[in-house]
């Protein structure tokens, strides 16, 4: 089975930086794509940022652009999110999600939508103290 393993996390205080891995494990060959999404209590899960493995594009909301960064190693099959200058508004339970295959004429807007990834990793807590 393919699955993904998340990993990372934790407390910080404001202004801190956390790094946040993803690997998908049962999968060899062909494109992909890997995203994070978060939730916060109360709130719907959003995205947060994403990157195609093919082409090395990344996406991001624009409550994170400058500030939290995709990253991803092919050939381990993982996805990095490195989050920097954190706020108390990101804390939420951070989720990675894949998208296999990738579905070509993918966009920002159906990238940044729960139903257009098909596989997700287990939650990770992040917390940023104010």
């Known amino acids: 089975d393919v699955q993904l393993q998340a990993s990372g996390g934790g407390l910080v205080q404001t202004g801190g930086s956390l790094r946040l891995s993803c690997t998908i494990s049962?999968?060899?060959?062909?494109?992909?794509?890997m995203s994070w999404f978060r939730q916060a209590p109360g709130k719907e899960r959003e995205v947060v940022s994403c990157i195609v493995s093919s082409d090395g594009n990344k996406y991001y909301a624009d409550s994170v652009k400058g500030r939290f960064t995709i990253s991803s190693d092919n050939a381990k099959k993982t996805a990095y999110l490195q989050m920097n200058s954190l706020k108390p508004e990101d804390t939420a339970v951070y989720y990675c999600?894949?998208?296999?295959?990738?579905?070509?004429?993918?966009?920002?807007?159906?990238?940044?939508?729960?139903?257009?990834?098909?596989?997700w990793g287990q939650g990770t807590q992040v917390t940023v103290s104010s």
């Open positions: 999600a894949a998208q296999i295959p990738l579905m070509y004429g993918s966009s920002w807007y159906t990238f940044s939508r729960t139903s257009s990834w098909n596989l």
């Open positions: 049962g999968f060899a060959f062909g494109s992909y794509a």
